[in-house]
T-cell receptor, first 115, second 113 residues
Framework: DQQVKQNSPSLSVQEGRISILNCDYT??????FLWYKKYPAEGPTFLIS?????DKNEDGRFTVFLNKSAKHLSLHIVPSQPGDSAVYFC??????????????FGKGTLLTVNP | DAGITQSPRYKITETGRQVTLMCHQT?????MFWYRQDLGHGLRLIYY???????DKGEVPDGYVVSRSKTENFPLTLESATRSQTSVYFC????????????FGPGTRLTVT
């Protein structure tokens, strides 16, 4: 059973527009969420995170929104740039003791930003 | 250089052979992880380690063996490689007491023929 779902395998947007990547989760024990970006032939790199005590976290062009009641989070990129073209992974962890710092990842969404 | 490194970056092996993928980190992070990335599956956890000599299974451990005699090294061994183990393998690490951010290595692309 997939606990973290990214239902859109791919997304294409125009440069300068907003990119919205979505992620749903089923495990109500998850209370810390992260987004990673991955370029081809490289390892994933951390982008932004959010704790369940917040509903929004912003870092430059990147904002993550968390809707706990809907078990849904989204990553907004504004404005989108061609260099943002990559696979984006959503990840989640139970932030309480005993989690062993493990993350559960979604399958990823390939974002293509067209010039 | 500081960071997390993996070797080899590319490996081709035959079915039935034993192969070991190496992972080395210079941060002295307590936790280390091995993932595999496959099309349609995202990143799946194979094994993880909380400290030297402490390891545990992840989501897809069958066919793999790990050890961690030193904090900085976390090798992954395929005892008898199968074609289904053709994948890209990523090692990651994270310190305790901080955020849950994991730092990933560059990956090893393994092909089993």
């Amino acid at each position: 059973d997939q606990q973290v779902k990214q239902n859109s395998p791919s997304l294409s947007v125009q440069e300068g527009r907003i990119s919205i990547l979505n992620c749903d989760y089923t495990n109500s024990m998850f209370d810390y969420f992260l987004w990673y970006k991955k370029y081809p032939a490289e390892g994933p790199t951390f982008l932004i995170s959010i704790s369940s005590i917040k509903d929004k976290n912003e870092d430059g062009r990147f904002t993550v929104f968390l809707n706990k009641s809907a078990k849904h989070l989204s990553l907004h990129i504004v404005p989108s740039q061609p260099g943002d073209s990559a696979v984006y992974f959503c990840a989640a962890s139970p932030n309480s003791g005993g989690s062993n710092y493990k993350l559960t990842f979604g399958k990823g969404t390939l974002l293509t930003v067209n010039p | 250089d500081a960071g997390i490194t993996q070797s080899p970056r590319y490996k081709i092996t035959e079915t039935g052979r034993q192969v070991t993928l190496m992972c080395h980190q210079t941060w002295s992070h307590s936790y280390m992880f091995w993932y595999r990335q496959d099309l349609g599956h995202g990143l799946r956890l194979i094994y993880y380690s909380a400290a030297a000599d402490i390891t545990d299974k992840g989501e897809v451990p069958d066919g793999y063996v790990v050890s961690r005699s030193k904090t900085e090294n976390f090798p992954l061994t395929l005892e008898s490689a199968t074609r289904s183990q053709t994948s890209v393998y990523f090692c990651a690490s994270t310190p305790t007491g901080g955020s849950y951010e994991q730092y990933f290595g560059p990956g090893t692309r393994l092909t089993v023929t």
